[in-house]
């Protein structure tokens, strides 16, 4: 994630920690609630942020054995391409003015009802790579956003939506929000048809247990949508972090950020600050398999009533006013 600081002790990772939560679905009032792969959630966080993946910076090797793991998950899992393939190159310059090759991953779940209008749900899977000697394996930020992102496309292959759901796995966001802001110049699908983005940056772990979800202060038709899904969440959702100034306010602190510009109606899910971001401890092993998992689920019942109620979203997303007036 960009320009956040980030609070939580030490955990230790336990892959039958991570399938107890399974037993939640049977609890009064949330069989409805998506019921995720979590051994495999937690073999994808793992990998995506071992050391041989080298921190997954822009440009780099590591960011490119990155998208080999996610693009051989898109075959398991079966994910179909847009019209120009899985991968969206693009080129960008970096903060230090360089310039470097990136690579979007794009895969689609046709719609049954709406197979022309798209929902993006979206997460980042480049970090910050090795400096000055140090590996930044970027656990949280945003391995727990990429391979939650996995899990949730999976559940939608196996449960077709109403509305086609477009994931992305943007690339070069530490860089400047450069993914995202390369597949918006130029969509693979038509933007006008595209009426949401669910955007996860950091979704893994949470000192209070709680996971926020930002984006109905500016659009407020995604508010009873959000709580709806409170009221029977699997983690404390709260809503916030989308109004006033600074850095408090994460409308454009991640890569739905730009969607907003584009007069696009988001919701961003994302923890609160930690002592780990941005360094070197942000390791797999200081992820809780449980409130991950449940913050996953939590995150995919949110897009399964997104897409059941995407009409309204498509109203308000066509009387949206793009540009940086929404700032």
Not at 261 to 276: A, Q, R, T
């Given at each position: ?49 071992a050391d041989s993946m080298e921190g997954r910076r822009f440009g ?268």
């Amino acid at each position: 994630m960009s320009l956040r600081n980030h609070c939580r002790p030490f955990v230790a990772l336990s892959l039958a920690a991570a399938a107890l939560p399974a037993q939640a679905a049977t609890r009064a009032g949330e069989r409805a609630i998506p019921v995720l792969d979590s051994a495999r959630l937690m073999s994808d966080l793992s990998a995506l942020s071992a050391d041989s993946m080298e921190g997954r910076r822009f440009g780099t090797p590591g960011g490119a054995r990155a998208r080999a793991y996610l693009l051989r998950a898109f075959a398991r899992i079966g994910l179909q391409p847009p019209p120009g393939g899985f991968s969206l190159p693009f080129s960008a310059q970096s903060r230090t003015g360089a310039d470097i090759g990136g690579v979007n991953l794009v895969g689609v779940v046709r719609g049954t009802v709406h197979a022309d209008r798209y929902i993006v749900v979206s997460a980042h899977y480049d970090h910050l790579g090795l400096r000055n000697g140090e590996l930044f394996n970027g656990a949280d930020d945003n391995a727990s956003g990429t391979a939650a992102l996995l899990a949730i496309a999976a559940w939608t292959v196996a449960h077709p939506p109403q509305n086609s759901m477009l994931f992305a796995w943007f690339d070069g966001e530490e860089s400047g929000l450069l993914g995202a802001k390369a597949f918006l110049r130029h969509p693979p699908v038509p933007l006008d048809r595209i009426v949401a983005d669910v955007n996860l940056d950091m979704v893994g772990r949470s000192a209070a247990g709680e996971l926020f979800a930002a984006g109905a202060t500016p659009w407020p038709i995604m508010r009873p949508l959000l709580e709806g899904v409170a009221d029977s969440a699997l983690v404390k959702l709260r809503l916030g972090h989308d109004s006033g100034g600074g850095q408090d306010n994460w409308t454009n602190q991640s890569d739905h950020g730009v969607f907003h510009e584009h007069g696009i109606p988001f919701v961003y899910f994302g923890v609160e600050d930690h002592p780990d971001y941005h360094r070197a401890t942000d390791r797999v092993e200081r992820i809780p398999p449980s409130f991950y998992y449940r913050s996953a689920r939590t995150i995919a019942d949110f897009a399964r009533r997104l897409d059941q109620s995407a009409e309204p979203v498509a109203r308000a997303r066509a009387a949206g006013a793009p540009g940086p007036s929404r700032r």
